[in-house]
Nanobody, 125 residues
Framework: VQLQASGGGLVQPGGSLRLSCAAS????????IGWFRQAPGKEREAVSC????????YYPDFVKGRFTISKDNARSIVYLQMNNLTPEDTAVYFC???????????????????WGQGTLVTVSS
């Protein structure tokens, strides 16, 4: 199982960015997969999770309406579209998965066993 995150960078406040997570070693039709972030000096937090078997999503309140998680089954990629970014969104973003269960809510509230490397998102003017 491998998860490869990419797409981070520097963006101005109010801007948008799309992160990609390339998944290998499993197919995107059963497990739960999601995005988490960790800002300097803060604990890791979930930002978007997806049940790949039924496309049910979970978003915490602080990203609702701004972030969207989606997947491309053919390419085995999970995306995180981030809009209206603020400096508070600055963090290292990670993709993670749990092949043993498919609940987006459970993934976002649990401890995923599979992690990719992070990609840094910096929101600054």
């Amino acid at each position: 199982v491998q998860l490869q995150a990419s797409g981070g960078g520097l963006v101005q406040p109010g801007g948008s960015l799309r992160l990609s997570c390339a998944a290998s070693g499993f197919t995107l039709n059963r497990p739960a997969i999601g995005w988490f972030r960790q800002a300097p000096g803060k604990e890791r937090e979930a930002v978007s999770c997806l049940s790949t078997n039924n496309d049910i999503t979970y978003y915490p309140d602080f990203v609702k309406g701004r972030f969207t998680i989606s997947k491309d089954n053919a390419r085995s990629i999970v995306y995180l579209q981030m809009n209206n970014l603020t400096p508070e969104d600055t963090a290292v973003y990670f993709c993670a998965a749990d092949l043993a269960q498919s609940s987006s809510y459970a993934l976002c509230h649990g401890r995923p066993p599979n992690w990719g490397q992070g990609t840094l998102v910096t929101v600054s003017s």
